[in-house]
């Protein structure tokens, strides 16, 4: 298949008009002919310490077992799109599962379209319909800061705690390959536009130089591959470090601008809650996009659908730290809002309280590489 045909058939011309594309070929990163991925001997270092935590948050991921569901459902005279459960990737997958959910809601040839939640999946679901020419309105019970989106990670990881691996079928993985490359090409065009979207080196301490298996959902020509460094690339005191360059997103003016672009062209945004499916059926709108996450479970009695929480402490920011930082248990990400710590993910946990030795935990495994750093 051309290009062409690839950007007619998934729907991606309107956003690619929309935002600016360019006439580059689709699916390579700035990075991509770049091999020889040069570390740093010389980097700022990161200050680590319980009393330069500003804020601490609990974020559940909307996990599915058998992946996102991007079904089409009829309830009376409603037809209902679903687009929720991308458990940790749903910020990276947004603009491309939104496309697929925004192709299968204009196919009803309604004009009026309702959003079900205003996260990263409802808003850019909601302004792909808007380049379909279509009239929508959001009903959510919360907004930003208060939304699940407002706690991602923010990094570039389309195949994060998406599904249980041995769900992954033909059909899923097409899917999956569609919705990425979409997403990835979404954002490289916001690339320049103040620092919503940055590239950044991340440097990965620890682990094994035993190859492993190919990860079962992968496009290649997106992130460099991994490079080993020597010991004269970097000032880690650590036997195995290798650098491959990531996208980092600024979450907070990131939603901001999806949320006044989305009014900017005539949408609507109202209060509400969703209980029963009675609620949901006094919309006036006969088409209605469900993005409402977790919300989802108990609404549509989904069984495959549960949190997977992940616990992020935030920093005084350091406007000097250009770099990310992994470990083995705990990981430091610069962003405009602070330094992002983070490294756990549980399962079926509904707690959204900040476990302090969580905390704990992470800035002991972040301090012991960066203690060490040479000078």
Same mark, same amino acid.
């Given at each position: 298949?051309? +290009?062409?045909?690839?950007?007619?058939?998934? &729907?991606?011309m309107?956003?690619?008009?929309?935002?600016?594309?360019?006439?580059?070929?689709? &699916?390579?990163?700035?990075?991509?002919?770049?091999?020889?991925?040069a570390?740093?001997?010389?980097?700022?270092r990161?200050?680590?310490? *319980?009393?330069?935590?500003?804020?601490?948050?609990?974020g559940?991921?909307?996990?599915?077992l058998?992946?996102?569901?991007?079904?089409?459902?009829?309830?009376? #005279?409603?037809? %209902?799109?679903?687009?929720?459960?991308?458990?940790?990737?749903?910020?990276?997958?947004?603009?491309?599962?939104?496309?697929?959910?925004?192709?299968?809601?204009?196919?009803?040839?309604? #004009?009026?379209?309702? %959003?079900?939640?205003?996260?990263?999946?409802?808003?850019t679901t909601?302004?792909?319909l808007?380049?379909? &020419?279509?009239?929508?309105?959001?009903?959510a019970? =919360?907004?930003? *800061?208060?939304?699940?989106?407002?706690?991602?990670?923010?990094?570039?990881?389309p195949?994060?705690? %998406?599904? =249980?691996?041995? +769900?992954?079928?033909?059909?899923?993985?097409?899917?999956?390959?569609?919705?990425? /490359?979409? $997403?990835?090409?979404?954002?490289?065009?916001?690339?320049?536009?103040?620092d919503?979207?940055?590239?950044?080196d991340?440097y990965?301490i620890?682990?094994s130089?035993?190859?492993?298996?190919?990860?079962?959902?992968?496009?290649?020509?997106?992130?460099?591959a +991994?490079?080993?460094?020597?010991?004269?690339?970097?000032?880690?005191?650590?036997?195995?470090?290798?650098?491959?360059?990531?996208?980092?997103?600024?979450?907070p003016?990131?939603?901001?601008?999806?949320?006044?672009?989305?009014?900017? !062209?005539?949408?609507?945004?109202? %209060?509400? =809650?969703?209980?029963?499916l009675e609620?949901?059926?006094?919309?006036?709108?006969?088409?209605?996009?469900?993005?409402?996450?977790?919300?989802?479970?108990?609404?549509?009695?989904?069984?495959?659908?549960?949190?997977? $929480?992940? #616990?992020?402490? !935030?920093?005084?920011? #350091?406007?000097?730290?250009?770099y990310?930082? $992994?470990?083995?248990?705990?990981?430091?990400?610069?962003?405009?809002?602070?330094?992002?710590? &983070?490294?756990?993910?549980?399962?079926?946990?509904?707690?959204?309280?900040?476990?302090?030795?969580?905390?704990?935990?992470?800035?002991?495994?972040?301090?012991?590489?960066?203690?060490?750093?040479? /000078?």
């Amino acid at each position: 298949m051309d +290009r062409r045909s690839f950007l007619h058939k998934s &729907g991606a011309m309107g956003l690619a008009l929309a935002m600016g594309a360019s006439s580059c070929s689709t &699916g390579n990163s700035i990075y991509r002919k770049n091999n020889n991925i040069a570390g740093s001997r010389h980097l700022p270092r990161i200050n680590i310490s *319980p009393d330069r935590i500003i804020k601490e948050t609990v974020g559940l991921r909307p996990y599915r077992l058998s992946g996102p569901r991007l079904e089409v459902q009829q309830l009376g #005279q409603k037809t %209902i799109v679903h687009n929720y459960g991308h458990g940790g990737s749903g910020f990276s997958l947004s603009w491309g599962m939104g496309q697929i959910a925004a192709t299968k809601a204009a196919t009803t040839g309604e #004009q009026n379209i309702a %959003i079900m939640g205003c996260g990263i999946m409802g808003l850019t679901t909601a302004r792909q319909l808007q380049e379909m &020419g279509k009239s929508v309105t959001i009903y959510a019970k =919360e907004l930003w *800061p208060k939304i699940t989106s407002s706690m991602a990670t923010g990094t570039w990881s389309p195949a994060h705690l %998406i599904c =249980e691996p041995d +769900r992954i079928t033909p059909e899923f993985k097409a899917t999956w390959e569609q919705a990425c /490359s979409f $997403s990835f090409r979404a954002y490289q065009n916001l690339l320049g536009l103040g620092d919503m979207v940055t590239w950044m080196d991340h440097y990965i301490i620890g682990g094994s130089r035993v190859p492993k298996e190919a990860p079962l959902l992968h496009l290649a020509g997106q992130l460099p591959a +991994r490079v080993e460094l020597s010991k004269k690339q970097h000032p880690f005191r650590a036997d195995y470090v290798v650098n491959q360059p990531n996208m980092v997103f600024n979450i907070p003016l990131y939603l901001q601008k999806l949320t006044n672009d989305f009014l900017r !062209f005539g949408g609507k945004i109202q %209060i509400k =809650e969703f209980r029963t499916l009675e609620d949901v059926d006094e919309l006036p709108e006969k088409c209605v996009v469900n993005c409402t996450g977790l919300g989802a479970k108990e609404l549509f009695n989904d069984e495959e659908l549960m949190p997977i $929480s992940g #616990q992020l402490s !935030f920093l005084i920011p #350091q406007p000097e730290i250009n770099y990310r930082l $992994s470990t083995p248990h705990g990981y430091i990400i610069p962003r405009k809002d602070g330094l992002v710590l &983070g490294g756990n993910a549980i399962r079926n946990n509904w707690n959204t309280t900040p476990d302090p030795k969580q905390t704990e935990l992470m800035i002991a495994a972040v301090n012991e590489v960066v203690s060490h750093m040479r /000078s």
